[in-house]
């Protein structure tokens, strides 16, 4: 499979690219600049990168072109108040014009309607502390959603940099009934979740909830 990686120099973006690679699926980095990938990536024939910034268009069209999904694992400082906004339509119509098969879009739990199936203390800090950032969030949720292209969006709770845990939960938006507490999920658990994403065709058009094993009740 052939997956482009938006933000791949990120926590998720670079763990997803490592396990993607070892996978064995061809991945296309794209950049804003090169020297910060991580130097432990596989040493592969698998990865290309790209330097390009996503406020690009035409870089980033040409970039896109043959991506069987593009991951956008993109995120501003939790003071930004309109940065998916700012960026998402511009990919999104480049995704569009190259023809991308799906779009799979790595938001955050507690963005939009999810924050209701959270616990009365996480919708607290959603509502206070996150307001801002977590409003971002779910308006770049909406704009794929209306977008019309082929999607998949990743809810993941709180990421930790912390040893990753045996197993996660990809669990689809309708057969969530809570999310206890206020759970957290190793980064690395985060990215092999949304590595199972990106390889399910039949999650297009859902909206998914990664967690830890024990950090939902299901409907």
Same mark, same amino acid.
Request: aromatic share 0%.
């Given at each position: 499979m052939n997956l482009s990686v @938006?933000? =791949? %120099? /990120?926590? &998720? /973006?670079?763990?997803?690219t490592a396990q993607a690679l070892t996978a064995g699926h061809h991945i296309t980095a794209l950049v804003r600049n090169p020297g %910060?990938?991580?130097a432990a990536l596989p040493n592969t024939e698998?990865? #290309?990168v &790209?330097? &390009?910034?996503?406020e690009d268009r035409a870089a980033l069209l040409e970039s896109l072109r043959g991506a069987d999904v593009a991951v956008v694992s993109i995120t501003g400082k939790m003071s930004e108040r309109s940065f998916m906004q700012d960026r998402? +339509? /511009?990919?999104?119509e480049a995704c569009r014009e190259a023809g991308v098969g799906r779009v799979l879009l790595v938001s955050v739990f507690g963005a939009g309607d999810t924050a209701?199936?959270? #616990? +009365?203390?996480?919708?607290l800090v959603y509502s206070t502390v996150l307001r801002g950032f977590l409003a971002d969030k779910a308006a770049a949720d909406l704009l794929l959603i209306d977008s019309g292209l082929p999607f998949t969006i990743a809810y993941p709770v709180n990421l930790k940099d912390a040893a990753a845990l045996p197993t996660q939960l990809a669990l689809p938006l309708e057969r969530v009934a809570g999310v206890p507490g206020m759970p957290t999920? +190793? @980064?690395?658990?985060a990215? =092999? =979740?949304? @590595? /199972?994403? =990106?390889e399910d065709p039949d999650l297009t058009g859902r909206r998914v909830l990664i967690t830890g094993e024990t950090g939902v009740r299901t409907a």
């Open positions: @938006l933000g =791949a %120099t /990120g926590n &998720v /973006g670079s763990r997803l %910060t990938l991580p698998g990865l #290309s &790209v330097q &390009v910034a996503v998402l +339509p /511009g990919i999104l209701a199936k959270a #616990s +009365p203390l996480a919708r999920l +190793p @980064l690395d658990n990215a =092999a =979740a949304l @590595l /199972g994403l =990106a």
